[in-house]
């Protein structure tokens, strides 16, 4: 067996224990048979993907908190990519006569495969030094000289420390670890595989710049079209790497001069572009299918699902900011910033529970209505310092290799222009990744602490960029290296266990079901056939609830018509929609005007077609659907009540409208 394979299998069984040891010591399998999620979208999606279909259900009965009602069936908002991931080993548990394959251990799989990837990429340049340059240095010896009998592999002291970092800032980075010990929900593991993917298409780049070729370039375009099926964000992470790629790839070109004489011959550019673009239509190929379910699921590809789930939020402005305008969209880019930096960095002690509206929760959060949760440690300002620096040196290093490449192209003329440093290529794909995801949550309607969990693999490869550049500094400055290196070694470790100990995780975590427990909960899956067909109207009085759809009517009190700022009727065949209103005795309606209700049905905004006053109120008339696909069916409608102006105002308070009426289509005679 060779040093490399033996390296590798050893390698694998480390991963292993790796995974099994955080899915312990994490609390995620607390016990022997208790490795099933407590939440099952993930297992629900699997289980249509085994049906043949998208949908996890063709029911309206089978809504849940956070799914949503869209081209005639329930889906989940989460992705695709896990339940993907999940498909294969739910398929060989169904043919060993299996009911399930457990949710913990699917995530352990991916979990340890991820550890040997990082593993393999870090610490088997450290542990067989055995390099091309080593070799030439060899070559050169021995001319004239007869043959030189070839030098044992030995360890590369200065690659081994870089390799631990990696290693810690990868598999053991303190924000990835805290959303790991937080409560096991699919929000919190939808996380968890984007800290995982990001990672691997960081050791992709590594890997690339280290043996350049294209069959691995063609593969990594690939592999990162394919993260916005885990979450959407990841589509910046799969574009920093396709531009590092083709970046590492183009100055790998071999220089003229050098090879002049031999067989081998520089690439024609149109060679050299025809891959290029290879790569970008496999990443873009990616992006394309998730445009195309995005489409079949929620009737956009540019939907993700997110203005169209449900919840029960008692005061309405979550459902309101996300189907209709909401006012941070309007504060100024100074204030925005200085909210996304203090939630980043000066929310590691703040936890606000559900108290989504509160003000103060963390330094730098503005004054404006937003929902907001923060509940566990991310990063707190040591990350920031080390974090700044990273970034400040990658731009260094980048202007270096560029002047660099102007020089030699000056002189030369050639298509190589050779590698930047791999720590500068580092991180580079962090800042390529950070800058657009920063730009996306200035605006966002809602913030959360696991949303910033999405910056996780770019800050750790600045880090790692940070690391590897300060390693080699000292290896090649002082001869007092390796006692540097320890030191280096052991403040890495106490600042990330320190920041794992000392990190915030609310108590009453989810955790894990047996199988049993899971069955108790699952819903059966029922046909759309047979159903029946919902009433033309909605009257005070008359309960929703015999439909048995849940949500419905939410944000609307059926026994005395108030409505919060925004509600959601489910209707069957809209022809119109007719909202008979009136004002709340006693309460003034000097911020409100009966012209700021706007209703959407779907994702389309209805036309209001006229308002007539009556004597006690108003009647307020929208035109139908004007897409097809709004028309026949079971279609879930949303109400704003109120101009985003005034929304702050109704915060946990129903505005002064009472709804008497809805209706939707004319009495069948």
């Known amino acids: 067996m060779s040093p490399r394979t033996e390296l590798r299998l050893h390698f694998s069984y480390h991963a292993i224990l790796y995974a099994l040891g955080l899915l312990f010591f994490c609390g995620i399998v607390p016990e022997w048979g208790r490795w099933y999620s407590f939440t099952l979208h993930h297992r629900a999606q699997t289980d249509a993907f085994l049906r043949g279909g998208l949908a996890l259900s063709h029911n309206p009965g089978d809504l849940a908190l956070d799914l949503c009602w869209s081209e005639g069936g329930v889906h989940q908002v989460w992705g695709l990519g896990i339940p993907l991931w999940r498909l294969p080993f739910e398929t060989l548990a169904r043919a060993f006569g299996q009911p399930a394959f457990p949710d913990r251990l699917e995530l352990g799989l991916f979990m340890a495969l991820v550890a040997y990837i990082v593993l393999s990429t870090w610490s088997i340049p450290a542990l067989l030094r ?23 592999a030995e360890i590369n002291w200065m690659q081994l420390v870089v390799a631990f970092g990696g290693v810690v800032l990868s598999l053991l980075f303190a924000p990835f670890m805290s959303v790991l010990r937080h409560q096991s929900s699919v929000w919190q593991e939808v996380l968890v595989f984007v800290h995982l993917f990001g990672v691997i298409l960081m050791c992709g780049v590594i890997t690339l710049a280290r043996n350049p070729n ?6 990594l375009c690939t592999v990162a079209g394919l993260g916005g099926l885990v979450r959407p964000t990841l589509i910046f992470y799969g574009l920093g790497t396709v531009v590092m790629a083709g970046i590492v790839m183009v100055c790998s070109l071999p220089r003229p001069a050098r090879f002049s004489g031999s067989t081998r011959t520089q690439m024609s550019m149109s060679s050299l572009n025809g891959r290029l673009l290879l790569g970008a239509c496999l990443f873009i190929l990616g992006g394309g299918l998730l445009f195309v379910t995005n489409r079949v699921r929620f009737g956009s590809g540019w939907e993700f699902g997110h203005s169209l789930n449900l919840n029960c939020e008692p005061s309405g402005v979550a459902l309101y900011t996300t189907r209709f305008n909401y006012p941070f969209c309007q504060v100024p880019l100074t204030e925005a910033a200085r909210e996304l930096f203090g939630a980043l960095f000066l929310a590691s002690k703040s936890c606000n529970g559900t108290n989504w509206y509160a003000q103060e929760i963390f330094p730098g959060q503005s004054p404006t209505t937003r929902w907001r949760q923060f509940t566990f440690g991310t990063y707190d300002l040591s990350y920031l310092i080390c974090i700044g620096p990273a970034w400040i040196l990658g731009v260094w290093l980048t202007w270096k290799w560029l002047s660099s490449v102007a020089r030699d192209f000056a002189k030369s003329g050639c298509v190589g222009c050779g590698l930047p440093p791999v720590c500068a290529l580092l991180i580079g794909w962090s800042l390529l990744a ?5 730009v996306f949550y200035l605006r966002t309607p809602v913030i959360a602490d696991r ?7 770019a800050f750790a490869a600045a880090l790692l960029g940070l690391w590897w550049w300060m390693v080699e500094d000292v290896t090649r400055r002082t001869v007092f290296s390796q006692w540097i290196l320890a030191v280096f070694c052991l403040i890495l470790v106490a600042w990330q266990g320190s920041e794992i100990a000392l990190g915030k995780v609310e108590s009453g975590r989810l955790g894990s079901q047996t199988w049993k427990e899971v069955l108790e909960r699952e819903h059966t ?23 048995r759809i849940p949500y419905n009517c939410s944000g609307w009190d059926e026994t005395n018509g108030r409505l919060s700022v925004s509600a959601i009727f489910f209707v069957e065949n809209a022809e119109f929609l007719e909202l008979e209103l009136a004002p709340a005795l006693g309460e003034g309606m000097e911020d409100t005007s009966v012209t700021d209700i706007r209703a959407k049905v779907g994702l389309e905004f209805l036309d209001r077609q006229s308002v007539i006053r009556t004597k006690n109120g108003w009647i307020v008339r929208f035109i139908g659907p004007k897409q097809h696909r709004y028309q026949r069916g079971v279609q879930p409608v949303f109400l704003a009540t109120v101009s985003p102006i005034v929304l702050a105002k109704f915060v946990g308070t129903p505005t002064p409208w009472i709804l008497k009426r809805l209706s939707w289509r004319a009495e069948q005679k």
């Open 434 to 438: 950070s800058v657009p995801l920063a």
């Open 451 to 457: 949303y910033m969990l999405d910056f996780s693999p």
């Open 130 to 152: 055995d390099s091309k340059p080593a070799r030439q240095a060899t070559d050169a010896s021995s001319v004239g000289q007869g043959s030189v009998a070839p030098k044992k």
């Open 214 to 219: 294209w069959g691995r370039f063609v593969g």
């Open 525 to 547: 899956l029922l046909g759309i056939e047979g159903h029946e067909l919902l009433p033309t109207e909605y009257r005070v009085g008359n309960f929703s609830n015999l439909w």
